[in-house]
């Protein structure tokens, strides 16, 4: 049996610890466990804007690729830059991996958004086929013009993990929140909800990267320490695994005031350790967080999840929903699929989008 190779094509090294970039290396580890051969290219450029250097770079990876290879190409890579895989559709079969729509992202004027919705347009078109992480994200590639049988659905894993415990008996309820401190993510709307509940016992811990929007992650910082908080809300930065599973197995709550997402893989890592979970109904979130597992406000409504916040945090009947809710979760989170799992539907995919690739729509 011959070797299946699959060239994978991300802005920038693997390693970058994003849910996106985490699922597209657990695929590729899980791909080469089946026998594939992985080949991953790091693009340089700005990305998902698409500057002259992200196009050249895109460019050039795609003209070193063998004739006929399977080429998945990270949305992040291609949205923007419908050019390149025009002039290379006829000689590779390209697969575009969209982990949400790039006009769907927080923050974008209206015509920054317009301009972005027409280009992915135009890339996914040039692709013979496209994976998404959830069917949400299926169903909101329905207005990008690609045809439900040109899409696969295929969910992220979850590692096996232990039940969290908590903080110790009687200790401070801890929240938990993981995600890059970035506008849709919603750290600002944590703050302020949090702000508005000081006087109930609590802290949280935020992890997630500061770099990736400074601007907005200074502005959370200082907004933190107008408020009077920074003794009860710590912002560690990006953790690696260990301390990251550490995080998880002595909170109390995990809290995402996301504005949108195209899966949510924070929240099955939540479900997997079976704890409560406070989040919105932004994107996929809904479809992620089962209903026994958690509560579900708003997006970008501080009232509503201020209110929620006190529900779950607010002496003994917050404690003993908690522990309702975490038992709710830690049932759904054993039934996710594992990784392993994922890359044999991601294989599946991947060789049906490209069967016949060669006849590339046009």
Request: net charge negative.
């Amino acid at each position: 049996m011959s070797v299946q190779h699959l060239h994978l094509i991300a802005p920038g090294p693997l390693d970058q610890r994003t849910g996106g970039y985490l699922y597209d290396a657990r695929i590729a580890e899980g791909l080469t466990a089946l026998g594939w051969t992985v080949i991953s290219h790091g693009l340089e450029g700005r990305f998902p804007e698409g500057d002259a250097l992200a196009e050249s770079s895109l460019a050039d990876t795609l003209a070193g690729i063998p004739h006929g290879a399977r080429v998945v190409l990270d949305g992040l890579a291609m949205g923007a830059l419908p050019n390149p895989l025009k002039a290379h559709r006829g000689r590779l079969r390209l697969i575009a991996l969209v982990h949400h729509p790039l006009a769907d992202e927080t923050g974008l004027d209206g015509d920054e958004r317009a301009r972005l919705s027409r280009l992915e347009s135009e890339s996914l078109g040039h692709c013979a086929g496209v994976v998404v992480t959830s069917p949400f994200t299926a169903r909101r590639l329905e207005p990008y013009g690609v045809p439900a049988s040109r899409v696969r659905a295929v969910p992220p894993g979850t590692e096996p993990a232990q039940a969290a415990v908590g903080p110790a008996a009687g200790g401070t309820p801890r929240l938990v929140c993981v995600g890059t401190v970035s506008p849709r993510k919603g750290q600002d709307v944590l703050v302020r909800a949090l702000a508005a509940v000081s006087d109930l016992p609590w802290s949280c811990t935020c992890a997630g990267g500061l770099t990736h929007a400074p601007e907005f992650a200074d502005s959370v910082l200082k907004l933190v320490r107008t408020l009077g908080l920074e003794d009860r809300i710590d912002f560690p930065g990006e953790l690696g695994a260990t301390d990251l599973d550490s995080l998880y197995h002595t909170a109390s709550l995990f809290v995402l005031a996301t504005h949108y997402e195209g899966y949510g893989m924070v929240l099955t890592e939540a479900q997997a350790r079976g704890l409560p979970i406070l989040s919105t109904r932004g994107g996929a979130v809904p479809d992620t967080v089962h209903p026994e597992a958690g509560v579900l406000v708003s997006p970008g409504d501080v009232r509503a999840l201020s209110d929620a916040l006190r529900e779950l945090l607010a002496g003994a009947a917050g404690a003993a929903r908690r522990v309702k809710l975490a038992a709710g979760s830690l049932r759904h989170g054993r039934s996710l699929p594992t990784w392993s799992a994922a890359a044999q539907a991601f294989e599946r995919a991947v060789e049906e989008l490209t069967r016949g690739a060669e006849r590339n729509p046009g």
